[in-house]
């Protein structure tokens, strides 16, 4: 038998036994640090009231973005452009199944003007762009047949890249959940962290906006921030005195306890970056909160969403406008049929609190 020289059986033991990397823990005890958040007209609050065309009924408000002059939202079916007085303006493409129509909307995203809308049921993106008062459709791009994604998104922070969920090259196996790869499919990157079978057990928030592009595993909290050509997954939230559940628990572990939903348990259901802070929604004992963490020193304040009269409002979507306002939408009246009421948040008199 062949002898294994000493030195390198010595360095093959010590990399084995290397402990990698400590994550970054942010310790959130949310009971002790909520504050209560005013939506009304103020100097740091303003609401912007949405049009509500016929072409322009959203039924909920999913994100919304900076586009030339105005704003993008997204709503259940579809994507409004909108004036930055509420105004409607034009509609993205439309459902459907001809040229330049999409199936449903998995996810979308901005780069140099052109919007595009990914279908992860056609497996093909349609891109748009707004000329002459409407979006005209420009072309069709499509995902090779060896690949699938569940969400697709770039920016103008990844303009030579794409930034993908839900993985795999085939049936089976431990595959990566989510990627990074070029125009042209060739991959780049994987993350570490990795789920069976496609990874196609659980929804998890996914955000991309001009300070970064961030994810959070729904279920074990671990942050991935992503770079051009890796991706940081050194940073996980934990909530004292939630029992979170870790990754190696059984799918159907998973699924009871999304569907019993426990009081006290904490689950962030949205993630942003805005400079050295995030901004995440958190679901604490069926209310939504939100919270801002600085990602330097791990100092954080939780705000509840009232109204003037001091009634708990539901918040659905956060998103990063303008620089430097936190736009919320808010649950519609469900007698009306107006569309949801966005708020915007001066967010650094928000940073100014903790």
């Known amino acids: 038998m062949r002898k294994i020289p000493v030195s390198i059986l010595f360095l093959v033991v010590l990399v084995s036994c290397s402990p990698r990397t400590p994550k970054c823990r942010y310790v959130i005890d949310l009971p002790d640090h909520v504050k209560n958040l005013i939506l009304d007209d103020n100097e740091s609050v303003k609401k912007l009231h949405l049009e509500t065309d016929i072409e322009a009924r959203l039924y909920s408000v999913q994100d919304i973005v900076n586009y030339r002059a105005g ?77 699938m994604f569940t969400l697709l998104v770039t920016s103008d922070n990844f303009s030579d890249r794409y930034i993908t969920h839900n993985t795999y090259h ?5 595959v990566p959940s989510l990627s990074i790869y070029d125009r ?48 940081d997954e050194g940073s996980e939230l934990y909530f004292k005195g939630s029992m979170i559940p870790r990754r190696y628990a059984s799918v159907e572990d998973k699924y009871k306890f999304l569907s019993t939903f426990p009081e006290g348990i904490a689950i962030p259901t949205f993630v942003l970056c805005y400079k050295e802070y995030y901004v995440i929604k958190v679901s604490y004992e069926r209310i939504p909160l939100i919270l801002l963490l600085d990602k330097n020193s791990g100092e954080y304040i939780v705000f509840r969403t ?23 939408s808010v649950l519609p009246d469900e007698n009306t049929l107006d569309n949801p009421t966005i708020y915007l948040v001066n967010i650094e008199r928000l940073i100014d609190m903790i």
């Open 306 to 328: 009232l109204d003037e009269g001091g009634r708990q409002l539901i918040v659905t979507s956060l998103s990063i406008i303008d620089d430097n306002q936190l736009a919320l």
């Open 170 to 174: 085939g049936i089976g196996g431990v």
């Open 71 to 147: 704003y993008l939202v997204r709503g259940r079916e579809k994507i409004c452009y909108f004036s930055k007085e509420g105004n409607y303006l034009a509609s993205v493409g439309q459902k459907g199944r001809g040229p330049g129509e999409y199936i449903g909307i998995s996810s979308y995203y901005v780069c140099e003007d052109t919007v595009s809308i990914y279908s992860n049921g056609s497996k093909s993106i349609q891109h748009y762009i707004f000329k002459d008062s409407v979006f005209t459709h420009t072309k069709t791009s499509y995902v090779p047949d060896t690949l």
């Open 184 to 231: 042209d499919f060739n991959h780049i990157v994987s993350s570490a962290n990795s789920i069976p079978l496609g990874g196609r057990y659980y929804t998890s928030p996914f955000s991309i906006n001009q300070y970064g592009v961030c994810f959070t595993d729904f279920l074990n909290y671990t942050i991935f921030n992503f770079h051009h050509d890796r991706i």
